[in-house]
């Protein structure tokens, strides 16, 4: 059986959850099927684990055009290297259009995995104008033709039915993402994160994640200002999405410096390695997320034996078992797409409770870590989610 999978992100421009389950999926699928691997952006290496791989950019034609318009362009140059496949699968809005027409031109069925939704994503519109029109417009194609749906998490399940209610459910399937535990793994290095202005002697919060509105960035740091005064917020924070964004999340860190110690902001991507020995040190990992389908990067941290305090949103309670490896905030949102608050500052001094209950007693930290450590290998292997992505492939092969 020959599997071609379609994705914007692949090694090593990977910079989201999505990116690394196809690493990850790619990974042990080539030793399953005969993988072929297209992916956008500058040129890789051929061979990934055995799987091939094709990489694209859009055409020279596109470059001054909107971003929805130049992903759009991307797809119709892979739609000749779907050629020969049995089956397509897509990951995210930006490949789902290459897998819809690659079905229709090549006659094959169409999976798409659903990392996340661009109808539960408003603000994107601020990012893209009027390509947010086109991102959805893309979606909502793809979603109502393809032969199955792969959700991440059960609640991304019930989020695709209410967005998309044209969907047949029958063809809805959950398939968690997954975290390889070999790589993942606890790592505390002292001397390391001292590199980065951390105190590895203090006890302190740390968030991983992109700069954008579904991350909940400005809670977190609302919450900070609530912390006890020894607690350090290290911030590994990606790019924000938007200047508008940046300007708030930049008066937000700069007003909390005003009034306390140990706040440290790393703004780049960090290797897997220094990243795993930041979380290694934690005492609690802050999740304050207003959108999350499943939430990879709390598993990376359970896998790095790290208590996880997270918002009780999206498929984050299907990762993070409340009181066992870590604690969940409550959070009542608006249903306007947005996942906002509908009591902002009481979601902020919840979250703020959560992380000192949990960054105020480590024994409960190291408890609740070795036990998220263990959930992360027994529960969440990237070979068990291999298998169960085959049998969704077979559900819908001739």
């Known amino acids: 059986m020959r599997v071609d999978i379609v994705s914007k992100e692949f090694p090593p421009e990977i910079y989201g959850g999505a990116g690394v389950h196809v690493a990850e999926l790619s990974r042990v699928l080539a030793g399953e099927v005969n993988l072929h691997v297209h992916c956008f952006g500058a040129e890789r290496p051929e061979d990934f684990h055995g799987a091939t791989v094709r990489t694209y950019r859009a ?28 089956l397509v699968h897509s ?12 079905s229709l031109l090549h006659g094959i069925p169409h999976v798409l995995s659903a990392h996340s939704l661009e109808p539960l994503r408003p603000w994107k519109a601020e990012q893209l104008g009027g390509g947010y029109a086109v991102s959805s417009w893309v979606e909502k194609t793809a979603y109502e033709a393809a032969a199955a749906i792969i959700a991440v998490s059960e609640g991304m399940r019930q989020d695709i039915l209410r967005s998309y209610p044209e969907v047949d459910p029958e063809k809805v399937r959950v398939v968690h993402n997954g975290i390889d535990v070999e790589q993942w793994q606890p790592d505390p290095d ?76 790393i703004e780049r991507m960090l290797p897997r390695a ?27 941290a ?86 169960a992505t085959l049998a969704v492939y077979r559900s819908v092969l001739p």
């Open 302 to 387: 359970m896998a790095c034996g790290t208590a996880v305090v997270a918002s009780a949103t999206g498929g984050i309670p299907e990762v993070v078992d409340t009181g066992v490896t870590g604690l969940l905030v409550p959070i009542e949102q608006v249903t306007d797409g947005t996942g906002t608050p509908l009591d902002p500052e009481a979601f902020v001094r919840d979250f703020a409770a959560a992380l000192t209950t949990v960054v105020t007693d480590p024994a409960m930290a190291e408890r609740m870590g070795e036990a998220g450590r263990l959930r992360a290998t027994r529960e969440f292997s990237w070979e068990s989610i291999a298998e």
């Open 91 to 102: 990951h995210t809005w930006y490949a789902n259009m290459a897998g819809h027409l690659g």
């Open 190 to 265: 002292p001397d390391g994160v001292r590199a980065f202005g951390i105190d590895p002697d203090r006890p302190s919060v740390v968030f991983v994640g992109r700069n954008t509105r579904q991350k909940g960035v400005p809670y977190l740091l609302r919450a900070a200002a609530l912390l006890p005064p020894d607690v350090q917020l290290v911030l590994c924070l990606g790019a924000a999405d938007t200047p508008e964004l940046a300007a708030e999340t930049a008066v937000l860190i700069e007003d909390l410096r005003r009034t306390r110690t140990g706040v440290v902001v």
């Open 274 to 300: 220094e990243l795993i020995r930041i979380l290694s040190i934690a005492t609690v990992f802050a999740c304050p997320s207003v959108y999350e389908p499943l939430g990879i990067v709390n598993l990376e």
């Open 59 to 86: 055409p020279a034609e596109l470059g001054d055009a909107n971003p929805a318009v130049q992903t759009l362009g991307t797809d119709l140059e892979i739609l000749g290297g779907l050629a020969g496949a049995d």
